[in-house]
C-alpha cells in the first residue's frame, strides 16, 4: 500500500448503513401511507429481495424504474398483502425521499475518514442512483472528506464495469496503480477494481464468507493498515 494516494470508497454497505437506514425510512413510508405492516416481516422478505434486485440492475437486466417497483411488489405478493401498482409506485417514490433523511453511518466511519483524510485523497464510487446519493453525503456531513463522487448513471455503466473505475480514476486525476477501493461487494467493488489493475479492501460484514482477499469486518481496522 505503499504508493497509494487516492483511496475510492463504496457508499451504501460500506460508509453509510444502508439496511439499518432503510429499515427506518420503511417504517415512515408505512406510516405516511397507513399500512398496518409488521416491518420486521417485511423487511425479512424484502432485504434478500433487494439483493437480488440490485445484482439484476447491476447486470444491465433490469432498468431502475423495474428495480424500484419490482422489488416491492414482489415482497407484498409474497407476504399477502394486497396493494395497487399505483400504490406501489407511490410506496417507490416515497421510500426515495425518506431513505436519505436518515443517515447513520458505519462504526468508526468518521475517526477513520479523518485518519485517511490526513493521508490520502478520498473519493467515491457508487451504483447507487445520482439524485440519493449526493443527498446522502451531506446529510450524514461526511461530503467534505471526498474529492470526486462518481456515480454509475455519471460513468454511464455500473461497478463492475471497468469504464466507472477508469472515469472515476480519471475524474480523481490520477492513476490505477496509486488507487485504492474499499467496498462490501465482492463481485462489484473488489473483483471489478481489481480487474481495472487496482488494488482492492474488501468490506465484509461478520456474515460474509471470508475470502483469500485483504479484508476487514470493522472500518476501525482501515487504519491498522492505511
Known amino acids: ?29 408505512f406510516n405516511k401511507n397507513k399500512l398496518t405492516i409488521n416491518l420486521d416481516d417485511f423487511l425479512e422478505v424484502y432485504i434478500p429481495k433487494n439483493h437480488a434486485y440490485w445484482k439484476l440492475f447491476r ?15 414482489e415482497v407484498f405478493e409474497d407476504i399477502g398483502f ?3 401498482k ?15 433523511k436518515n443517515n447513520y453511518l458505519f462504526d468508526y466511519a468518521i475517526p ?28 450524514a456531513a461526511i461530503d ?12 454511464g455503466v455500473k461497478k463492475p464495469h471497468p469504464l466507472i473505475f477508469e472515469r472515476a480514476v480519471k475524474k480523481a486525476e490520477t492513476c490505477h496503480t496509486k488507487s485504492l477501493m474499499i467496498g462490501d461487494n465482492l463481485e462489484a467493488d473488489v473483483l471489478g477494481a481489481e480487474k481495472f489493475g487496482m488494488k482492492a479492501i474488501h468490506f465484509a460484514s461478520i456474515s460474509q464468507p471470508t475470502t483469500e482477499r485483504l479484508s476487514v469486518n470493522s472500518l476501525k481496522q482501515l487504519s491498522e493498515i492505511l
Open 1 to 29: 500500500m505503499n504508493n497509494v494516494t487516492d483511496i475510492f470508497f463504496d457508499l451504501d454497505h460500506t460508509l453509510w448503513d444502508f439496511e439499518r437506514n432503510s429499515a427506518l425510512a420503511f417504517q415512515e413510508v
Open 59 to 73: 447486470e444491465d437486466k433490469i432498468t431502475k424504474e423495474e428495480l424500484r417497483y419490482r422489488r416491492l411488489m
Open 82 to 84: 394486497k396493494i395497487t
Open 86 to 100: 399505483e400504490k406501489v409506485n407511490q410506496l417507490s417514490e416515497d421510500y426515495i425521499v425518506f431513505l436519505p
Open 112 to 139: 477513520t475518514l479523518d485518519y485517511l483524510f490526513k493521508k490520502y485523497r478520498l473519493h467515491i464510487i457508487t451504483n447507487g442512483f445520482e439524485e440519493v446519493q449526493h443527498i446522502k453525503l451531506k446529510n
Open 144 to 155: 467534505n472528506y471526498f474529492t470526486t463522487i462518481t456515480t454509475s448513471e455519471d460513468a
